[in-house]
């Protein structure tokens, strides 16, 4: 069964914090991961791909861990801007429309 | 990136009716285009994937005679509701694979 699993939250934290979430998927098959953002009541856009090397962009960190089928996401220097649900997405065979997604995890950053 | 339209945004409409939903391909030729729902903090789920000129692919559990799909040009898919009632209400949203997926803004639909 294609299950992408996370810890839906609410994540709370001021601003500058440093926050991790984290996501397990259970499909050794899975070929491509990402992180979608999604605001209340409107579309996931793509925050980052994941790879195995691990990724940066900005204040914002992707690992994957094939091994442990264990993604992350850490973002540093929170913005009030940052709150939102964050979903963990998994991709199967060659479309990158054949997405599992997760539930997210809700951050709330606060003043 | 490819631009994703969908319409309406928002529908209100009575139990028993259809309604139709549309997804175009603004700037790029979508032979496959992808139809989510999300319900109330629940994951969005893929409901079926649409194919230009031939049947589309409907995932388990998901009745194809209820949720009906055409793709009949490169740039347009639609997905129509057919008799819907209130279990129907959610949060239905589609998707264009290019580098990455693009989806489009979504429909609220509302069952009364």
């Known amino acids: 069964r294609k299950e992408v699993e996370q810890d839906p939250g609410p994540f709370n934290v001021p601003e500058g914090a440093t926050v991790a979430f984290n996501c397990t998927y259970s499909n050794s098959a899975s070929q491509s991961f990402f992180w979608y953002r999604q605001d209340c009541r409107k579309e996931p856009k793509l925050l980052m791909s994941?790879?195995?090397s691990g990724n940066e962009d900005g204040r914002f960190t992707a690992q994957l861990n094939r091994a442990s089928q264990y993604i992350s996401l850490l973002i540093r220097d929170s913005k009030l801007s940052d709150s939102a649900t964050y979903l963990c997405?998994?991709?199967?065979?060659?479309?990158?429309?054949?997405?599992?997604f997760g539930k997210g995890t809700k951050l709330s950053v606060k003043p | 990136g490819a631009v994703v339209s969908q319409h309406p945004s928002r529908v209100i409409c009575k139990s028993g009716t259809s309604v139709k939903i549309e997804c175009r391909s603004l700037d790029f030729q979508a032979t496959t285009m992808f139809w989510y729902r999300q319900f109330p903090k629940q994951s969005l789920m893929l409901m079926a994937t649409s194919n230009e000129g031939s049947k589309a692919t409907y995932e388990q559990g998901v009745e194809k005679d209820k949720f009906l799909i055409n793709h009949a040009s490169l740039t347009l898919s639609t997905l129509t509701v057919t008799s819907a009632h209130p279990e129907d209400s959610s949060f239905y949203i589609c998707?264009?694979?290019?580098?990455?997926?693009?989806f489009g803004q979504g429909t609220r639909l509302t069952v009364v």
């Open positions: 997405v998994v991709g199967y065979g060659g479309s990158q429309g054949n997405l599992i």
């Open positions: 998707s264009v694979a290019y580098t990455e997926a693009f």
């Open positions: 994941v790879y195995s």
